[in-house]
């Protein structure tokens, strides 16, 4: 059972370019979470999404930043205009079923973004 | 209130040793506390977790106490290796949300 899938694990841009971020989670798991870590820092919730629904974005900038989980596909996370202060470790999480009494979620690997 | 405290930020144990990280929550609506470990440029790996009512969880040498009252719970890793060397990050949520974590606290086992 392959496990969360990242991609790509690292990602150079300029400032003022796209950043797409692409996530797929864990087999037979619906439920994805999106995470930011900051050099030297903890995690922060960023979004949560199910199948073709947002069901949490209270941790996302207002602008710039959008994400997705379309019926077929990974969830995508997309940054529009990268700054400098956009560089941080990326990392999607998934879950089974969050309200159920399994809770675990599970992180993939990470996209190292870095802007110059 | 959200937050979720973590102490120390960094922890030094000799081989064999106790490894012992705190952390304090503020929102009682939590009722699931899971601990991450994280080794350089890799994710954070589920390691252990415990729900509120049960005060204490084992798997190996990793045990959580659990505080319900005082708000607290902690990881304590027992004959602690080098293998071991590693940030943990405590967390906390409650049904459907995301976690909250903790600032992570950076774990030097000495051989």
């Known amino acids: 059972n392959a496990g969360v899938m990242q991609n790509p694990r690292h990602l150079v841009r300029r400032r003022g370019q796209e950043a797409r971020l692409r996530c797929s989670p864990m087999k037979g798991h619906s439920h994805v979470y999106w995470y930011r870590q900051l050099p030297e820092e903890g995690l922060k919730f960023m979004v949560y999404?199910?199948?073709?629904?947002?069901?949490?974005e209270s941790g996302m900038p207002k602008e710039r930043f959008s994400a997705e989980f379309p019926k077929e596909g990974p969830s995508i996370l997309r940054i529009q205009q990268v700054v400098r202060g956009d560089s941080a470790a990326y990392f999607c999480?998934?879950?089974?079923?969050?309200?159920?009494?399994?809770?675990?979620?599970?992180f993939g690997p990470g996209t190292r973004l870095t802007v110059t | 209130q959200q937050q979720v405290k973590q102490s120390p930020q960094s922890l030094i144990v000799q081989k064999g040793g106790i490894s012992i990280i705190n952390c304090a929550y503020e929102n009682t609506a939590f009722d699931y506390f899971p601990w991450y470990q994280q080794f350089p440029g890799k994710g954070p790996a589920l390691l252990i977790a415990i729900r509120p009512d049960v005060s204490e969880k084992k798997e190996g040498r990793f045990t959580i106490s659990f505080n319900k009252s005082a708000k607290q719970f902690s990881l304590h890793i027992m004959d602690s290796q080098p293998g071991d060397s590693a940030t943990y990050f405590c967390?906390?949520?409650?049904?459907?949300?995301?976690?909250?974590f903790g600032g992570g606290t950076r774990l030097m086992v000495k051989p």
């Open positions: 967390a906390a949520t409650n049904a459907g949300n995301m976690l909250t």
């Open positions: 999480a998934s879950s089974p079923n969050p309200a159920g009494a399994s809770r675990e979620q599970y």
């Open positions: 999404l199910q199948k073709e629904n947002i069901i949490d």
